[in-house]
């Protein structure tokens, strides 16, 4: 596709459950981010892949969070056991480059936990 | 904390009127951008600045990068509904083994206006 595509778009869970969140980036971009957005705030960096490598997982909240990119392409980001504060939307982006670029986002997975 | 600041945190003009957001950083940045999200909408790239004391037009956008590269401002001339959303100004911070491709966000200023 022309960008970057994100399922869902919405997710509920109940607290507890386990969630997966999916991340087609723009074919052809090396870079890869996560990143989680509160209302009314700034996206908040979570993890960033170069090709399959994750070179950065500083902004995972906790141990609960986990993302992978084994093939250099399509991103997971996985919430074990989900809380009341993981809900957000959490956005995806891709850039061409390893170094700062323009990032372009998809539209977000928009997470309830209930 | 806060690293990145924007102000103001709202902004409603009537239509034709001016806007300005103002960014600040606690650290100095080697690159700012700015991006803009429509309600319901995701971040969209607008504009990178590079250089210190570095100033850019898009149209009616108007976008400035501080000398000391820790403050942006964006500047919008007679502002059109089609100007309505979140504007966020963002940049890797630089710091002793810091990296360029983590951004850090400001909250972002919410622009509305009335017709």
């Known amino acids: 596709g022309a960008g970057v595509s994100q399922s869902p778009r919405y997710k509920v869970a109940k607290r507890g459950q386990d969630v997966a969140l999916r991340c087609d980036p723009i074919s052809g971009h090396v870079s890869l981010f996560w990143y989680q957005q509160a209302l009314g705030q700034g996206p908040e960096f979570l993890t960033y892949?170069?090709?399959?490598?994750?070179?950065?997982k500083s902004g995972l909240p906790s141990d609960r969070f986990f993302a992978e990119r084994p093939e250099g392409s399509v991103s997971t980001l996985k919430i074990q056991r989900t809380q009341q504060e993981d809900s957000a939307v959490y956005l995806c982006?891709?850039?061409?480059?390893?170094?700062?670029?323009?990032?372009?986002f998809g539209d977000g997975t928009r997470l309830s936990i209930l | 904390g806060q690293q990145v600041m924007q102000i103001p945190q709202y902004q409603h003009v009537q239509e034709g009127e001016d806007f300005t957001t103002y960014c600040n950083s606690s650290?100095?940045?080697?690159?700012i951008q700015w991006y803009k999200q429509r309600p319901g909408g995701h971040p969209v790239f607008l504009i990178q600045l590079v250089k210190s004391g570095e100033v850019k037009k898009q149209k009616r956008l108007t976008f400035q990068f501080g000398e000391a590269k820790k403050n942006s401002s964006l500047h919008i001339t007679a502002t059109q509904t089609t100007d309505v959303g979140t504007y966020f100004c963002a940049g890797p911070l630089m710091r002793s083994g810091g990296s360029n491709y983590k951004l850090t966000f400001g909250k972002g200023t919410l622009l509305t206006v009335n017709p």
């Open positions: 892949f170069q090709n399959e490598a994750q070179l950065d």
């Open positions: 650290t100095t940045l080697s690159n």
């Open positions: 982006a891709s850039s061409l480059a390893p170094t700062s670029q323009p990032q372009h």
